[in-house]
């Protein structure tokens, strides 16, 4: 089955600093999605990608779609306290049918932020 | 605002006694899914409903069981807990059939932690 390989596990930044972060897959993926997830709380939706090369904002947040379509990249500019949780990639897990929608998720990258 | 509710937020319960989560939706979507996730690990599918069809993964345990009596309401139903399985156990919830890109972006509830004692 697709397996999704993220990296850094983990990185210890200081504020004001960018940060990036990549998920790739054993298989080609259409959509990618990325994910965070606040101590004891559940995933929210950061950003969603849907074709090869796209590159997606979402306030300080930008997101691209790799050209091979088996990677894809999260990046976070001028890094603040409250970016700190887990970042989880995530694509589609299965080939339609009944498995149309669901999800399979990279490890995650903790991310901590230094004052 | 519409959502994603799970209650409770955290249920202890001990070895071998039958527990119950619940989860609700405001977002009127088709298909709701339950995941567990453990500690410093991504969340891992159990099952998911599409509508009333109940599609269950292949290495999710017999011990759980889920319920969906209607479009809003699902539970996840764990017959006989170990220690194992012990965890945060996330509800999502996505529409499938409309626009093709809405059918992967899942909306998370925030979860329920399970301590068995």
């Known amino acids: 089955g697709q397996q999704l390989n993220q990296s850094p596990q983990s990185m210890f930044i200081q504020e004001g600093e960018d940060v990036s972060m990549n998920c790739t897959s054993s298989s080609i993926f259409n959509t990618w999605l990325w994910y965070k997830q606040d101590p004891g709380e559940g995933p929210v939706l950061l950003i969603a990608l849907y074709k090869a090369g796209e590159l997606t904002s979402n306030g300080r947040l930008t997101a691209q779609f790799g050209i091979t379509r088996k990677d894809s990249f999260l990046n976070i500019s001028a890094s603040i306290p409250s970016d700190v949780g887990i970042y989880f990639c995530?694509?589609?897990?299965?080939?339609?049918?009944?498995?149309?929608?669901?999800?399979?998720f990279g490890q995650g990258t903790i991310l901590t932020v230094h004052p | 605002d519409a959502m994603v509710i799970q209650n409770p937020r955290y249920q202890v319960t001990q070895f071998g006694k039958p527990v119950t989560l619940s989860c609700s939706q405001t977002?009127?979507?088709?298909?709701m899914y339950w995941y567990q996730q453990k500690s410093s690990q991504a969340p891992k599918l159990l099952f998911h409903y599409y509508d009333k069809d109940f599609n269950n993964e292949a290495d999710t345990p017999d011990n759980f069981q889920s319920r969906r009596p209607n479009t809003s309401f699902c539970f996840l139903d764990i017959r006989s807990p170990g220690l194992g399985d012990a965890a945060m156990y996330l509800c999502a919830t996505s529409r499938v059939g409309g626009k093709t890109r809405e059918a992967y972006e899942q909306y998370f509830g925030p979860g329920t932690r399970l301590t068995v004692t």
């Open positions: 995530a694509g589609p897990l299965g080939a339609g049918g009944t498995s149309y929608g669901k999800l399979t």
């Open positions: 977002l009127n979507h088709n298909v």
